[in-house]
């Protein structure tokens, strides 16, 4: 609001005495008779006002400029991301916030407050209204709304490229090789979301050497296979019995031969690939 009493520092009537603008007669905004000022748009005025001395004559003061500058308040906000277990920080989310005169104000707690002001709960998946505000020069509040959402941590699959199961003499009793445990499955889901993880043949050298891998005593030939489903982060080429797991068993084979395959990995909700 415009105070008519700011554009002169000091007034005195005919007995020498201090008066406000309240107490003078002839105040001119513009060359109109009037003490109020439109404040709401950018501009310039002039003010000056007429009071009497003591000998009764009217003495007129130098025009006073008055200047209405606009309000520059603003903030800027931007959505966050985060995972269950993250930290949140409020500054994450804040781009930048200028005062009335355009002078960059930093970030302080007190630009940003959730919508029932309580803590953002990062124990669980959801999604959060976060407010950044700032008052402007009439004090009334600029505000920028904000959404933070808070997700399920990933489940994530770890396979190694390549995986050799070696040689077998052809007649051999040793027919079986497995899983070499210096190359882990690792399903890694630290936010206990659960998982089923399922292996294919996706690729073979030869057609029929799906009958020959084998998940306990399921044959790939059969189609995809379960490999295992839990809870929690897992070293699932570990926790299972080399047998369980997947491994070649050449007992019925009669004749030379020399294979390669792809196996599909796929978890929910991610797929991986490896070469065997």
Do not use: C
Not at 47 to 75: C, F, H, Q
Not at 190 to 198: F, I
Not at 253 to 264: C, E, G, H, M, Y
């Amino acid at each position: 609001a415009y105070d008519a009493d700011a554009p002169f520092k000091r007034v005195l009537n005919k007995d020498g005495q201090a008066i406000n603008a309240k107490d003078v007669q002839y105040y001119y905004v513009n060359n109109v008779l009037t003490k109020e000022l439109d404040t709401t748009k950018p501009g310039t005025h002039q003010v000056r006002i007429v009071i009497a001395n003591a000998l009764g004559k009217w003495v007129y003061s130098e025009p006073a400029e008055v200047m209405v500058k606009a309000d520059l308040t603003a903030i800027f906000a931007k959505d966050m991301s985060y995972k269950v277990g993250d930290t949140y920080d409020p500054a994450a989310g804040f781009i930048k916030a200028i005062d009335a005169d355009g002078v960059a104000v930093p970030f302080s707690p007190e630009l940003s407050w959730t919508e029932d002001n309580r803590p953002i709960d990062m124990t669980k998946p959801g999604q959060h209204t976060v407010y950044y505000g700032l008052p402007n020069s009439s004090g009334a509040l600029i505000v920028q709304k904000t959404t933070v959402s808070v997700e399920p941590i990933d489940v994530t699959l770890t396979v190694v490229r390549e995986q050799s199961f070696g040689k077998v003499i052809l007649g051999s009793a040793d027919t079986q090789r497995y899983w070499q445990k210096d190359k882990p499955v690792v399903v890694t889901d630290d936010g206990q979301r659960g998982w089923r993880l399922v292996a294919a043949i996706n690729q073979t050298t030869h057609s029929d050497f799906r009958a020959y891998v084998f998940v306990g005593d399921q044959s790939f030939d059969q189609g995809s296979l379960l490999i295992s489903e839990g809870i929690g982060s897992q070293i699932v080429s570990d926790t299972k019995e080399k047998s369980a797991f997947v491994h070649i068993n050449y007992a019925k084979v009669k004749t030379p031969r020399s294979d390669d395959a792809q196996i599909k990995w796929m978890l929910e909700p991610s797929v991986k690939e490896v070469g065997e």
